[in-house]
């Protein structure tokens, strides 16, 4: 199962909003509502931002949004902060098959 | 509060196993499943596999069908994740994470434990 598709980096400036792609294929992103977005500071755990698309979890800000459009899901991030810096991944379920969870690249978010 | 607690930092020659184990707190364990997600050194993050808690089903990756094998011991709340014939590429940062169900989303994540495998 190939990995999901992100940009390498993104940036912006404190403030300001920015919007990571994750695009996938009609097998995974497309097919299920089961996209989550997870925030990676460095030499730290993974930690779950969105879940099922647009879901927020508790205790996560309301900065942090969630859509899909066809096979590419999006994870907008407004009012960026510092501490927003980090590595982001998408990641999708794609099916039964063995190997159906697959992530993207992950994407490095910069504040300015 | 949901708690994933792993075990130590392993270094493994080349074609050894390594075993990790994944304890669980502040949850009823049987209620969810664990997922083992790798990161090698730079890297992104890659998932191997789901056992559920309840049953002891699971769910491997392609990539690791015949070498990976993941356990449970529900007397003692704990996750396992033995890797065997390891290579040079194994090398990575090996993490539990809380998923209800395979496929499911992973809302907790254990600390990381770093396998480094060398000759």
């Known amino acids: 199962q190939s990995a999901l598709t992100q940009p390498a980096s993104v940036s912006g400036s404190p403030g300001q909003s920015i919007t990571i792609s994750c695009t996938g294929t009609?097998?995974?992103?497309?097919?299920?509502?089961?996209v989550s977005w997870y925030q990676q500071h460095p030499g730290k755990a993974p930690k779950l931002m969105i879940y099922e698309v647009s879901k927020r979890p508790s205790g996560v800000s309301n900065r942090f949004s969630g859509s899909k459009s066809g096979n590419t899901a999006s994870l907008t991030i407004s009012g960026l902060q510092a501490e927003d810096e980090a590595d982001y991944y998408c990641?999708?379920?794609?099916?039964?098959?063995?190997?159906?969870?697959?992530f993207g690249g992950g994407t490095k978010l910069t504040v300015l | 509060q949901v708690q994933l607690m792993q075990s130590g930092a392993e270094v493994k020659k080349p074609g050894a196993s390594v075993k990790v184990s994944c304890k669980a707190s502040?949850?009823?364990?049987?209620?969810?499943?664990i997922s083992w997600v790798r990161q090698a050194p730079g890297q992104g993050l890659e998932w191997m596999g789901w056992?559920?808690?309840?049953?002891?089903?699971?769910n491997y990756a392609q990539k690791f069908q015949g070498r990976v094998t993941m356990t449970t011991d529900t007397s003692t709340n704990t996750a396992y994740m033995e890797l065997r014939s390891l290579r040079s590429d194994d090398t990575a940062v090996y993490y539990c994470a809380r998923a209800m169900n395979y496929g499911d989303y992973f809302d907790h994540w254990g600390q990381g434990t770093l396998v480094t495998v060398t000759s």
């Open positions: 990641c999708s379920y794609a099916g039964s098959s063995a190997g159906a969870v697959v």
């Open positions: 502040g949850y009823t364990f049987t209620s969810n499943g």
């Open positions: 009609s097998s995974d992103v497309g097919s299920y509502n089961l």
């Open positions: 056992i559920s808690a309840y049953n002891g089903n699971t």
